[in-house]
């Protein structure tokens, strides 16, 4: 299934274009109290969905919010599970 185009930002100014998921997941594993958080997004001017994962303590929150502008969150500890939602959740976009 194909994925809508999307980018990844973190919060210390890296950006990506349409990572796969090995970067993703090595990101996730990257964040630290300096850069805590990373949002995916659509790679577009107004974007209508989002979605980020924050560090928290040995653990991560896991922030969806879709297109219709439902927000879901989950907490989680592996990064690789972590990817494979988001990539998952990636698949369903518009």
């Not at 809508?4 to 109290?33: K, M, N």
């Not at 040995?58 to 879709?66: F, I, M, N, P, T």
Request: glycine share 6%.
């Amino acid at each position: 299934m194909l994925v809508a185009a999307y980018v990844v930002d973190t919060e210390d100014g890296q950006y990506f274009i349409e990572p796969d998921q090995t970067t993703i997941c090595d990101l996730i594993t990257g964040l630290s109290p300096s850069n805590s958080f990373l949002v995916v997004l659509p790679d577009t001017d107004a974007p209508t969905w989002h979605a980020s994962v924050t560090r928290q303590g040995a653990g991560y929150l896991v922030e969806h919010r879709d297109e219709n502008g439902r927000d879901t969150k989950t907490t989680a500890t592996d990064p690789t599970q972590i990817t494979t939602g988001l990539i998952a959740w990636l698949q369903q976009r518009p």
